[in-house]
């Protein structure tokens, strides 16, 4: 089976650095993605690691240590509109589905 | 762009009835999946596709079944609804050259079942 572990909520503040932390428990693993949803909208796809190391993509930044089964995302220069729910997500070998975490709730106030 | 759309962002049905939830991806996409999300739980998958009248079960599949006659179009249904049902489903797709780790969402449909 697989299993995704990540907090349930966050808060920041506005113009913080934020990590939202994800460990993984799979029978394979290829690689780990992580999404922000808003609320009342769709997710919509932020990062993608299959290899150790970090991974940056403006403020947001994605880091994966395959033996560690550990990832996180990093958020700097925090904004208000940085507030939604981020998921990681789990790749197996092959054109497998996505297995995706519970979700992280990250409120950034002032 | 990819446009993944869903046929009705909010719909109310009563119990028993036979409930239709469409999906149609423009990106020409091999794969498409349906989840339903529900508070603290995430999201689960409820079926996937990767081709044409091709599917296969994810981890709650018990009172759906899925449809897929052509590739741009992913259907689910719901045989006989019931109150349990109730949750926001979300559609989804992903190219297989791409592979599944970057998926593009449809904007949802929340059902409830009274």
């Known amino acids: 089976g697989q299993s995704l572990e990540q907090p349930s909520e966050v808060t920041a503040v506005e113009g913080a650095i934020v990590q939202i932390n994800c460990t993984y428990q799979?029978?394979?693993?290829?690689?780990l993605s992580w999404y922000q949803q808003h609320d009342g909208g769709a997710p919509t796809f932020l990062s993608y690691n299959a290899l150790d190391g970090l991974e940056e993509t403006g403020r947001f930044s994605s880091f994966l240590s395959r033996s560690d089964s550990y990832g996180y995302l990093l958020l700097q220069e925090l904004q208000m509109k940085d507030s939604a729910s981020y998921f990681c997500?789990?790749?197996?070998?092959?054109?497998?589905?996505?297995?995706f975490g519970k979700g992280t709730r990250l409120s950034v106030i002032a | 762009d990819v446009k993944v759309t869903q046929s009705s962002r909010y719909l109310v049905k009563r119990t028993g009835e036979k409930v239709f939830l469409e999906c149609v991806q423009d990106m020409d996409h091999e794969n498409m999946f349906w989840y339903r999300q529900d508070p603290g739980l995430g999201l689960r998958l409820i079926y996937f596709?990767?081709?044409?009248?091709?599917?296969e079960k994810g981890d709650i599949p018990e009172g759906y079944s899925v449809s897929r006659e052509k590739k741009e179009r992913f259907s689910l249904i719901l045989e006989s609804a019931s109150t349990n049902q109730t949750s926001m489903y979300l559609c989804?797709?992903?190219?297989?050259?791409?592979?599944?780790?970057?998926?593009?969402f449809g904007p949802g449909t929340r059902l409830t079942v009274t």
């Open positions: 799979t029978s394979g693993f290829y690689g």
């Open positions: 997500a789990v790749r197996d070998w092959g054109n497998t589905p996505l297995v």
């Open positions: 989804a797709s992903s190219s297989l050259e791409g592979g599944t780790y970057e998926q593009y």
């Open positions: 596709s990767y081709d044409v009248k091709m599917k």
